[in-house]
């Protein structure tokens, strides 16, 4: 594996593979990489012959008040693990070079209502920060397919909004949530959770979901009461809910009682962290 830092460096190695007509997959990642991320490696390996990884903590993305400057970065272990796992080049992008003007000044990428609604409530300009980097990292590395976890659910919607909006060249494939034995749906930010919250807590906010798919799929249609009964569920667990929605899977507004397929998105917060976690699924 190859290890660049320079927008240059990726359009050359790139443009070299691609003039062989090698296909280009591509992962975007914050890097302290875990197991659900490499499985996206693993679903970029199906469909491409050659992989890209970025790792980038994009600041934009990040509120006043939330953990930039404390995220966590790991790139020895990550360089590590891309490199077990047959990963090409991995780009290691600098915001010099990502937001040459600071990311204050710079053009910004907004996909309209989906934006505003579930995360984007509880964290305002979230996902522009997300939409903004994904648009400059697929024109730095234009690649044929990227692949985004469908944990976060509401950001793969907005991707593919926008790659469908803005006519970019690149196919989104979407790979399946990886857990842990627990249930929990692996996530960076789990390295927050003390032992207790991680293995006690933490896996009820994934059994919420379940339990209000097992009685949608029973026929119960109030779905205010599934809402009620699962933030009190969250908080006997010991979790602060945010917010746990039953919702049109492509366009994460309300569901009717009368829609085929569903999706729940949930997020609560846990000591340091705040998780999320959905279920996809068809009554």
Same mark, same amino acid.
């Given at each position: ?21 090698? =296909? ?39 509120? %006043? ?62 996902? =522009? ?7 400059? @990292? ?21 991707? =593919?909004?926008?790659?469908?909006? @803005? ?18 749906a692996m996530s960076s930010r789990n390295?927050?959770?003390? =032992? ?57 507004? %309300? ?29």
């Amino acid at each position: 594996m190859q290890t660049v830092h320079t927008i240059a460096d990726v359009q050359a190695f790139v443009g070299a593979r691609r003039a062989q007509g090698l =296909r280009i997959g591509f992962v975007p990642t914050m890097g302290n990489l875990h197991g659900g991320h490499l499985t996206l490696v693993e679903q970029a390996k199906q469909h491409c012959d050659v992989v890209v990884v970025s790792i980038y903590v994009n600041p934009l993305q990040f509120g %006043p008040n939330e953990d930039y400057d404390s995220y966590p970065r790991t790139m020895e272990q990550d360089q590590q693990l891309l490199t077990e796992h047959g990963v090409d080049l991995l780009y290691a992008a600098s915001t010099a070079e990502i937001y040459p003007e600071g990311s204050d000044n710079h053009t910004h990428v907004t996909v309209d209502i989906l934006d505003g609604m579930h995360c984007g409530s509880s964290r305002p300009g979230f996902f =522009r920060g997300i939409a903004t980097v994904v648009t400059k @990292l697929f024109n730095i590395v234009r690649p044929d397919i990227a692949v985004f976890g469908e944990k976060d659910f509401q950001q793969l919607t907005i991707i =593919r909004k926008m790659v469908s909006d @803005l006519c970019l060249p690149v196919e989104i494939i979407g790979a399946p949530i990886a857990r842990e034995t627990s249930g929990l749906a692996m996530s960076s930010r789990n390295g927050y959770l003390s =032992r207790q919250e991680r293995n006690e807590i933490a896996p009820a906010l994934y059994q919420c979901l379940l339990d209000a798919q097992t009685a949608i799929q029973a026929g119960e249609t109030d779905f205010d009461l599934l809402r009620r009964n699962a933030f009190s569920q969250m908080a006997e667990a010991g979790f602060k809910p945010d917010y746990f929605n039953i919702c049109n899977p492509l366009t994460l507004l %309300p569901a009717t009682h009368n829609e085929h397929s569903l999706v729940i998105l949930a997020a609560g917060y846990l000591g340091k962290a705040r998780l999320i976690d959905n279920v996809y699924f068809d009554r």
